[in-house]
């Protein structure tokens, strides 16, 4: 049975699976990524795991995969296939493509930079099925995005596009790892919210998800510190839409799992800001932390349709 290998490389753990022409997962698997053994062996597992899936493909239907993409975070160069940077895994100018074609006997592999992968993902068979233009943004750690367009994703001149996260909402904000100040993922990634939260309610060991039951239970602070999260969020998200024109926001990440506890404050934060702008639909995203994987295997088949029209 025809099949493509499909990775996605997380700061802790990897999710690969072996996907039919129809986009069916035919088997799945997930390992833990490793990074504190060094950026070299996280390189050597990721090949090691795609070997593994080869080998799985060969045993159980009858041939070896005929190609694979791998989506990484960090900078990526998806055009020479270089992994350029990842503060996450420690690594810099990793040639994944070549090393995974070498290693897996020669067939064509596709890079992608995880958050536009699994942005590619939501857009053709997630949330963003049928809009033409729509805006990929997962909450987590930090905040990102995926600039959809016609069924694919804008990288931008130099593979940076989508840092909505490293817009500035608010100048004398907090302090970003970027060297600016006041960027949107201090106010309202998973992260900061977990943050502020720890903070207001004397618990170190709060986090996101615990504010949004304290706001579900009406909890004074924890309504306060939302209220700040969805504002500088919703002022971010006004920004993008002032830009891009999105006809569909798609919102995931840790916080979004938080459902309309998020989101029902969010589309009034946004529709209050708004003038001239048409408001997109702003929806939860569907394909969970399946999405980077499932991306993957989309931009393998790509790859294959490319080299046949070519």
């Not at 994944?96 to 067939?107: F, N, Q, T």
């Not at 995880?114 to 233009?133: Q, Y």
């Not at 805006?135 to 069924?151: C, E, H, N, S, W």
Request: with cysteine; aromatic share 4%; charged share 20%.
């Amino acid at each position: 049975m025809k099949h493509v290998i499909a990775l996605d490389v997380g700061g802790t753990g990897m999710k690969a699976a072996l996907v039919g022409a129809d986009g069916a997962l035919l088997y799945e698997a997930r390992r833990a990524t490793g990074r504190e053994r060094g950026p070299d062996a996280v390189v050597e597992s990721i090949l090691a795991f795609a070997a593994d899936l080869r080998a799985y493909g060969v045993e159980h239907f009858g041939e070896s995969a005929v190609a694979a993409g791998v989506a990484v975070p960090g900078i990526v160069d998806a055009a020479n296939g270089i992994a350029l940077y990842s503060a996450n895994l420690g690594w810099s100018d990793v040639p994944m493509r070549r090393l995974l074609g070498e290693r897996l006997g020669g067939v064509p592999v596709a890079l992608g930079h995880d958050v536009r992968t699994g942005g590619l993902a939501e857009g053709r068979i997630g949330a963003g099925r049928g809009a033409d233009r729509f805006v990929f943004i997962p909450l987590g750690t930090g905040i990102a995005g995926a600039i959809g367009i016609a069924g694919t994703i804008e990288e931008g001149a130099h593979g940076s596009a989508g840092e909505i996260g490293h817009i500035v909402i608010r100048p004398d904000g907090p302090d970003c790892s970027c060297g600016q100040r006041g960027c949107l993922e201090t106010l309202a990634s998973a992260a900061a919210v977990s943050r502020a939260w720890a903070a207001a309610s004397g618990d170190p060991k709060a986090d996101a998800a615990d504010c949004a039951k304290a706001v579900e239970s009406g909890d004074p602070a924890a309504l306060a510190v939302w209220h700040d999260a969805v504002d500088a969020l919703a002022a971010g998200l006004v920004t993008a839409l002032t830009l891009l024109d999105p006809r569909t926001l798609i919102i995931g990440g840790g916080l979004a799992e938080a459902g309309e506890t998020l989101f029902t404050p969010l589309r009034a934060a946004v529709e209050e800001r708004v003038t001239f702008q048409k408001l997109p639909h702003i929806v939860p995203a569907a394909l969970g932390d399946t999405a980077g994987c499932l991306g993957a295997g989309l931009l393998a088949w790509d790859l294959l349709s490319t080299e046949v029209s070519a």
